[in-house]
């Protein structure tokens, strides 16, 4: 067994008058495994056996067209099937890489939050001036993101979460409009990176030692929605300018070059007879100033099918495949569903990958795992 985990998260809403309201929520995480099992390294242990966290906690105040919200919250500017794309504000817990519940995968921000509505338009201002990050968790962990190829011994000092202050502060604005049926939106972000980049801080004499830190970067980009009736049409386009790569190329400074990349994604979701919803999307990832050194293609393109069906009365099956197109590389996720009584769950899946030691997907190809949760919600 490699989790064993109790989740407890208690939530409540109240209002102090018809134009302020508030929301309360915390989490609580316990992994047993790692009070009866030394499988994990010692800073493993420390950082996934316990954990409080605050989630959602924030004042709504409503006065006429304008929406503020203060405190700590979601901010959700684009979601697609199993990956992200245009949701550049939100941060990740991605020790278990993007196989929780996306409600509990997202970290929350402490942030202002001002929206302007006005007949079929909408603006969205957001100031972070103290930004959540990443939990990427240690080295020895069974999802920690970073790889190379072979066997070859690395260390690693301390992630540097430093600059996070108003000085180094994130914001952003989004703009949306419906016209004619479409849903078309465009932001900017300006941001200290929630994902880490990681810097090779040793010399060339020296044994291999990388520092996970978080760079300055730039987002434009553009969401759409459009209902065709049969399906629903979702695309996603995002230019990121100042993110960096890790390379093989030993002269490179800090074993990194500086890439500007484009990600988009274009999905479609069926719903079809018998309460069946099947999803279909297209994403590419395109390296503008290609540097053959990288770990990717100039063009990385995937696919990505989702079904999802209810099998008897309160038993739903699902299962999701995400394959690139480059190469056998491929992430699948099978699991069933039974809500037994109204307010208890019983899950059972799989998470299986395949791929290239250095691939989004493989690195993890010895990590496959199957699982069950029961949850309880009231």
């Known amino acids: 067994a490699s989790k064993l985990r109790l989740r407890s998260e208690l939530a409540n809403l109240g209002q102090l008058s018809p134009n302020i309201k508030w929301k309360l929520s915390a989490r609580l995480d316990y992994d047993a495994i790692h009070d009866i099992s030394n499988f994990y390294p010692r800073d493993v242990r420390r950082d996934q056996r316990f954990e409080f966290l605050l989630r959602e906690n924030y004042l709504d105040v409503s006065a006429g067209d304008f929406d503020v919200r203060i405190g700590r919250q979601h901010i959700i500017w684009g979601e697609m099937v199993g990956l992200f794309f245009a949701d550049v504000v939100s941060a990740k817990d991605m020790r278990e890489f993007v196989l929780q519940d996306f409600d509990l995968l997202r970290i929350p921000q402490w942030a202002i939050r001002t929206e302007y509505s006005k007949n079929d338009f909408h603006a969205d201002f957001i100031w972070i001036p103290f930004a959540s990050l990443d939990k990427s968790g240690r080295p020895g962990a069974e999802f920690y993101p970073f790889a190379l190829p072979g066997n070859q011994p690395v260390n690693f000092l301390r992630e540097d979460r430093s600059g996070l202050n108003p000085h180094n502060s994130n914001y952003g604005l989004r703009l949306s409009q419906l016209i004619g049926g479409w849903d078309l939106a465009a932001f900017y972000y300006h941001s200290r990176d929630a994902a880490p980049t990681f810097h090779l801080v040793s010399q060339q004499s020296e044994p291999l030692t990388f520092q996970a830190r978080h760079e300055i970067i730039d987002q434009v980009g553009s969401t759409l929605t459009k209902d065709l009736g049969y399906a629903v049409l979702k695309g996603e386009l995002v230019y990121t300018d100042g993110r960096r790569f890790n390379v093989t190329r030993p002269t490179a400074p800090n074993g990194l070059t500086r890439q500007d990349v484009i990600d988009y994604a274009l999905g479609l979701d069926f719903t079809l007879p018998r309460d069946i919803r099947l999803n279909l999307q297209f994403f590419q990832r395109v390296f503008l100033n290609y540097d053959r050194d990288i770990f990717a293609d100039r063009r990385e393109s995937g696919g990505s099918i989702f079904l999802q069906s209810g099998l008897w009365r309160n038993i739903e ?43 989004l997907f493989g690195r993890f190809a010895n990590n496959d795992r199957v699982y069950t949760e029961l949850r309880f919600s009231f």
Do not use: Y
């Not at 996720?333 to 290239?356: C, H, K, V």
């Open 317 to 359: 099956a699902q299962v999701l495949l995400i394959h690139s197109l480059n190469r056998s590389e491929w992430m699948l996720r099978p699991r069933i569903t039974w809500n037994f009584t109204r307010d208890w769950r019983l899950a059972m899946g799989a998470d299986i990958f395949e791929g290239p030691a250095t691939g």
